[in-house]
């Protein structure tokens, strides 16, 4: 499977922009690059993902670099609420897409 | 109804007894996922269903670990015997389809402790 990097953590202030980096150097033309956070005593939840183009939608941007070897999640004002372990996953087709493997993430702080 | 829903949400067993976890996926969710996530690491991948078939239990531990699917929509999970690194919070989700776009949501999750 296709490998992902992150930062063990990040620190933020309330209100300012995050930018939470990922790399993935060896992904494949197929894959697609996910997001998902997850709170203390919570499962998982969805982000946001894309395959080439960035994307936005109400949680964040994604911004995907051209050679798709690297992502970046943007929170644009982050809040308490944004405080969680930030997981970068690539997902790809066949018979393996179903086994996303989540690594240990980036763990964001937020300040008041 | 409105999300992925575990049950229990807490089981505590003795070493050597078997446990079975259920997970209810949204309804029409043709795709449902297992995960369990020991204390501080991340999720580790168990096997996923696509309608009530398996196409990948490669992360399934060892043979004391089963999973079936029923009627293409509620999960149970088995471990039998359990042992003491068995326990972790079980992990389920669903997806309204298979596909590499698709979002998975999970549900809360059971905390499983084996003494």
């Known amino acids: 499977d296709a490998k992902t990097t992150q930062p063990n953590s990040m620190e933020s202030n309330e209100e300012e922009p995050v930018h939470l980096p990922c790399n993935h150097s060896?992904?494949?033309?197929?894959?697609?690059i996910h997001w998902y956070r997850q709170l203390p005593s919570q499962g998982p939840e969805y982000v946001i993902h894309?395959?080439?183009s960035n994307v936005n939608n109400r949680m964040a941007s994604l911004a995907i670099a051209e050679d798709r070897k690297s992502s970046t999640l943007i929170l644009h004002r982050a809040t308490l609420r944004d405080a969680a372990v930030y997981y970068c996953?690539?997902?790809?087709?066949?018979?393996?897409?179903?086994?996303?493997?989540f690594g240990q993430g980036t763990i964001l702080t937020v300040h008041p | 109804g409105a999300g992925v829903s575990q049950s229990p949400s807490n089981k505590v067993t003795e070493k050597g007894k078997d446990v079975e976890l259920r997970c209810d996926p949204i309804s029409g969710h043709t795709a449902l996922y297992w995960y369990r996530q020991s204390l501080g690491q991340g999720l580790e991948f168990l096997i996923y269903?696509?309608?009530?078939?398996?196409?990948?239990k490669s992360g399934l531990p060892s043979d004391r670990f089963s999973a079936e699917r029923t009627g293409g929509s509620v999960s149970t999970l088995t471990i039998q015997r359990t042992q003491q690194e068995d326990s972790a919070v079980y992990l389920c989700?669903?997806?309204?389809?298979?596909?590499?776009?698709?979002?998975?949501?999970f549900g809360s999750g059971t905390q499983l402790s084996v003494l």
């Open positions: 269903f696509q309608g009530n078939s398996a196409p990948d």
């Open positions: 894309g395959l080439t």
């Open positions: 060896t992904i494949s033309g197929t894959d697609y």
């Open positions: 989700a669903s997806s309204p389809q298979q596909g590499a776009y698709e979002k998975l949501f």
């Open positions: 996953i690539l997902r790809g087709g066949g018979t393996s897409y179903g086994k996303l493997t």
